[in-house]
């Protein structure tokens, strides 16, 4: 049957019926076969189009959206250096730790771990950032080298590090009001580190290019010799008088450049823990305060300089002023006509206060405006307070204010009046910067005549000869000066027993090259029964200042100077 099938379609004779049926029989077999072959293709292109698809679609992605790091976390600074190349910032290379939630397999294992190397990891804290889910973490920034090999030699799955940029103050504590701080993705947040971000930094660190190559060192006119000692003595005179605080300033008289000031308590910016206690303040540039004596060095100027009084003029000083419901009255009253070299080193109230009433309430407020004394100052230091005063003067205010009570500034800008009173009248804006006189004349402005700063140099230097200034005297120097003892207000009322002391120096004054100011705050005696007053404390700071430092600012000692200053006396 089958051989005749055969032969039957060999020679085509088949029926069409026949032919369809035995088509039939044999299409479902191999149609399937082509079907499960497309199918599979199918499949595998399908699966590989999909990992296709992901790669493109993760290789469009931001590869820090997770919350990841970010490629510039921690931008280069550049290095500040004082005005002899001293390093007093700088970067250097720490490791920060970081976790990948997605990939931590144990999160119990991993922070018992973790704690062997950090004791002091917050467990709880820790665990539910571990178990968040996320794809990125930190868990601990700024480690050291060796925590970090500590960490690495775990072996744990989902840790890892990034390299960053720490601040490092080789100086540590001595000059740390003034180069200030950076929070822990190294920007400026305080001092000059924040003067130097607001000047552009943070603007090349967003774009990227802030790179070490390209940032040069900020220099400042800070000299760190001179910035050690006048911390050194501002910590000495805190403890020996059992004050509050203490701090100290020296300016170039004849640029404005500030070369060195400090303020204790103060702080370390390696390890700034309570940096922002309420006692850490740099009283200097931030804190007000009634400067007490050292403001009839201005009232005193002013009354010169109108042209009203000169130095043989006097000033009934017999009686006490009464006005209103004050009494103004002399601490050491000499009850007679006192010369105005008299005023100045007796430091009396009722003179001082007739001088500013020669000139009159408004050339008064003129005068102190000029000095810089009622507006805030305008330097790199971002620290710096505004002055307050009263809101309409009358004469009670400026007969107090004559004295140094009733209006509040800085004692940093009382030193940079001081300078115009010594540098023959030009007033110079202060800097932290290096200034070269040319710079410094550009800047500066004539706000007394050269006689009234002539005048103002020989009663400083009468004032340390024979007035309440003799211990700020340092042989061979030739240092003058104004003391300043306020009480200060405690509710509302001046306390007899809280005091605010200052003194205000120059040296040497036959030219003076720097003026230099200390103050101390709420000194006690320094043994029973003696006194607590500005000639005893803040005087001896100054003293001991220029003792130390005339040298290496390049003073030297002139002996054949050393003759006494003439008084001009009227019984």
């Known amino acids: 049957m089958i051989g005749w099938l055969k032969k039957r379609l060999s020679s085509g004779k088949v029926s069409t019926a026949s032919q369809m049926v035995f088509e039939a029989t044999r299409q479902p077999s191999g149609g399937r076969s082509r079907n499960r072959t497309r199918m599979a293709m199918g499949a595998f292109f399908l699966f590989y189009a999909v990992i296709a698809g992901r790669l493109v679609y993760f290789g469009f992605q931001d590869p820090n959206g997770d919350g990841g790091p970010a490629a510039h976390i921690t931008a280069s600074r550049p290095d500040i250096v004082d005005r002899n ?139 760190l010799r001179v910035q050690h000692i006048v911390r050194d003595e501002a910590l000495q005179a805190m403890q020996r008088f059992h004050a509050i605080a203490a701090g100290a300033v020296v300016i170039n008289a004849k640029t404005g450049e500030i070369v060195a000031m400090a303020s204790v308590p103060d702080f370390d910016p390696n390890n700034p823990v309570g940096a922002n206690d309420k006692d850490k303040l740099n009283r200097m540039s931030a804190g007000l305060y009634e400067m007490g004596s050292t403001i009839k060095s201005f009232t005193t100027a002013m009354a010169l300089d109108s042209g009203k009084v000169n130095l043989n003029s006097t000033f009934d000083a017999r009686r006490p002023i009464v006005i209103g419901r004050r009494t103004i009255r002399d601490f050491h009253g000499k009850n007679r006509i006192l010369s105005v070299p008299e005023v100045f080193i ?70 940079v009046g001081a300078v115009a009173l010594m540098n023959g009248g030009r007033l110079m804006p202060p800097t932290f910067l290096p200034r070269t006189l040319d710079e410094a004349m550009a800047v500066s402005k004539q706000v007394v005549t050269e006689k009234t700063s002539e005048d103002m140099r020989y009663l400083y230097r009468l004032n340390a000869e024979k007035g309440s200034g003799k211990k700020a005297e340092v042989p ?11 009480e200060k207000v405690v509710n509302g009322r001046y306390s007899s027993n809280k005091r605010f002391n200052a003194f205000l120096a120059a040296f040497p004054m036959d030219d003076p090259q720097y003026v230099v100011l200390s ?27 220029i003792r130390r430092s005339a040298s290496m600012l390049g003073v030297k000692p002139d002996f054949r100077q050393e003759e006494p200053v003439t008084l001009v006396s009227y019984e």
């Open 85 to 223: 190349g001293s390093v007093l910032a700088t970067d250097i290379k720490t490791f920060s730790l970081f976790a990948e939630p997605r990939r931590i397999i144990d999160a119990d294992e991993t922070i018992e771990k973790l704690s062997t190397v950090l004791p002091d990891l917050a467990m709880e804290e820790t665990y539910k950032k571990l178990k968040s889910g996320k794809g990125f973490i930190w868990l601990r920034r700024q480690l050291s080298p060796r925590q970090q090999n500590d960490i690495m030699q775990l072996g744990l799955p989902g840790i890892g590090f990034r390299t960053e940029n720490r601040r490092f103050y080789p100086a540590g504590p001595v000059a740390s009001y003034i180069v200030g701080l950076t929070n822990r993705d190294n920007q400026g947040i305080s001092g000059l580190e924040k003067y130097i971000d607001d000047q552009g930094l943070a603007d090349l660190q967003a774009s990227g290019l802030a790179t070490p190559a390209d940032l040069k060192p900020v220099k400042l006119s800070i000299d």
């Open 346 to 415: 007796y430091s009396s109230n009722i003179g001082s206060a007739r001088e500013a009433d020669v000139v009159g309430i408004e050339g008064h407020r003129e005068f102190l405006k000029r000095m810089g004394l009622l507006d805030r100052m305008q330097t790199e230091l971002p620290e710096v307070a505004k002055p307050t005063e009263p809101k309409v003067w009358k004469k009670v205010h400026s007969i107090t204010i004559a004295f140094g009570h009733g209006m509040s500034t800085t004692p940093l800008q009382t030193a």
């Open 476 to 486: 061979g120097y030739r240092v003058g000066g104004k003391t300043g003892t306020a």
């Open 519 to 545: 103050i101390i705050d709420e000194p006690e005696p320094e043994k029973p029964g003696m006194g607590a007053t500005a000639g005893s404390n803040a005087a001896p700071i100054v003293a001991n200042i």
